[in-house]
């Protein structure tokens, strides 16, 4: 059973960083591409990292590039997103998230989120 579960979310000033954690289970981590999500309040769900298998190449939307930094243990089967010079538009849930090939097809699995409060 693939899980995904999120941690490190906070209160933060403006200017100040955050590290994101996420624990895999249920899958064989060092295979798939990892990502972080966002969605704030009457917003889409956008992307904000992912990185490949072995972490060889990262990518990230141009509103956080430069700020945010995706990372993968596969020993550990942990992915973490690093956030500096947080800003209050980078406020929202933060979600965990992959695709892996089931006997069904690919599948979706996101984590249960993890809020973060961007204010002073």
């Known amino acids: 059973q693939v899980q995904l579960v999120e941690s490190g979310g906070g209160l933060v000033q403006p200017g100040g960083s955050l590290r994101l954690s996420c624990a895999a289970s249920?899958?064989?981590?060092?295979?798939?591409?990892m990502s972080w999500y966002r969605q704030a309040p009457g917003k889409e769900r956008e992307l904000v990292a992912a990185?490949?298998?072995?972490?060889?190449?990262?990518e990230y939307p141009d509103s956080v590039k430069g700020r945010f930094t995706i990372s993968r243990d596969n020993t550990w089967n942990l992915v973490y997103l690093q956030m500096n010079s947080l800003k209050p538009e980078d406020a929202a849930v933060y979600y965990c998230?992959?695709?892996?090939?089931?006997?069904?097809?690919?599948?979706?699995?996101w984590g249960q989120g993890t809020q973060v409060t961007v204010s002073s």
């Open positions: 998230y992959t695709r892996v090939p089931t006997d069904l097809g690919p599948r979706d699995y």
């Open positions: 990185i490949t298998p072995f972490g060889g190449t990262s």
């Open positions: 249920g899958f064989t981590f060092r295979n798939y591409v």
